[in-house]
C-alpha cells in the first residue's frame, strides 16, 4: 500500500478504502502486506483511522512491513502497533522488508 507523501486525511481514507476492499476479500491469514508511508502527514485522526483499519485486518495478515516511518511518526506508529497486536514491523529499506515479510510468510507455511 503506498501512502507515501499523502497529506489529507481523505487521500488516506482512499487509498484504505480500496486496499480494505482488497484484503478483506481474501482468505483469513493469507496476505503479506509492505506499506510505504514516506512523507505521509500523520495526525491524532489519521492516528485513529489507521488503528482501525489495522484491526480490521487482523485475521487476514500474517505479517506487515512498513517503510518510511521516521521520528514522531515512528514513536505514533509502534504505539498503533502495540494496541493492534499485530505482528508488524518497520524497517528502513524495501529489500530489508521484503526479506523479512518471506520469512514470516515461510514461518507460517512450515
Known sequence: ????????????EAV???????????KDKSLLTLTNMDGMHFNNDIK?????FIESNKKYVIAG?????????????N????????????FEAQAEALEWLITRGQTVLA
Open 16 to 26: 484504505i478504502l480500496v486496499s480494505k476492499d482488497f484484503i478483506h476479500s481474501q
Open 79 to 90: 504505539g498503533v502497533n502495540r494496541l493492534t497486536g499485530r505482528d508488524i514491523k518497520s
Open 65 to 77: 512491513g512498513v517503510l518510511g516511518l521516521s521520528g514522531l511518526l515512528r514513536i505514533i506508529y
Open 48 to 52: 485513529n483511522v489507521f488503528t482501525e
Open 1 to 12: 500500500m503506498d501512502f507515501s507523501g499523502l497529506r489529507t486525511l481523505e487521500e488516506i
